[in-house]
């Protein structure tokens, strides 16, 4: 039985691949390089393509557009816009291959190779200001979603304090974990203020991405920034690794199943054949 406190054996890691474990490990997170920088464009091109076409207005720089949605939408259209682009979006075959393929190593290394992806990625759009579209504090695994799951969170604009997202590293969580059920019944937002001094707001440009596990507390403030934040999560973890209420085949797809699997889910032994 594998007990997880168990330490890695660097002869079976590069020693690449050791620091990003130990890495993520240590604070839970961890900020990458986009491997695919053509399909990260492609994805920022087509959602602003229908930003624009939403709002019949046409741009040049995707950046810029994207940035200055607060003055094209408002806070009441904002959710059906934002619906409108999150379907377009993963109606596209090409959609969740191209995802898939700006965090492929990082993934490998600290997921597995054969994996199971999110169907649908979601799209977050924080306009300044605008109060109406936030994610409180929480832990994903709070509501549902298992532990063995990472999140790929992909910034289409540069994000940086409330314009991004909040995260409680590791060691921090687990202190404050600790105390959690006296917040039990009331406002969340006490539970903010109690870890407020120990969250890590990210900075994150375009061209990179964050990994966490949701086991973390994370989420969201009023955007006080002057751009608005577009960006996208979607959730990966190891195919045969175990499932919470999220499960295989609704919620998630298998994605990079092997051969020995695949033959081995489909074997059956002979007829009449005991032992
Ligand atoms: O985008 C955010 O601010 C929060 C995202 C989040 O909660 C998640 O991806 O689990
Ligand atoms: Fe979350």
Redesign the pocket.
Known sequence: MLRATERYDSDFLEREELRLVEDFEERGYQIFDIEDRSGLERIRRAVANQLSKETGTPFEDISELLNRAGDLVSVADLNSVRLAIFNAMNREKWFRPTYYKLARRVLATLVGNELAMQRRI?L?IQLPGDDSSL?PV?S?VWSGDSAFEV?V?IPLVDCYRTKS?FILPRKLNDEHSKHLAEFRGKDTEELFRAIEPDVEWLTVSVGQGIIFT?TLM???RRNEEDEARW?M?CRFKSLLSPYDTKRLGEFFEPITLRAATRLGMTYTLPEGFER
Do not use: E, I, K
């Open positions: 979601n977050s994610l929480h994903d999140v969170w997202m949701h994370h989420g969201n960006s999560n």
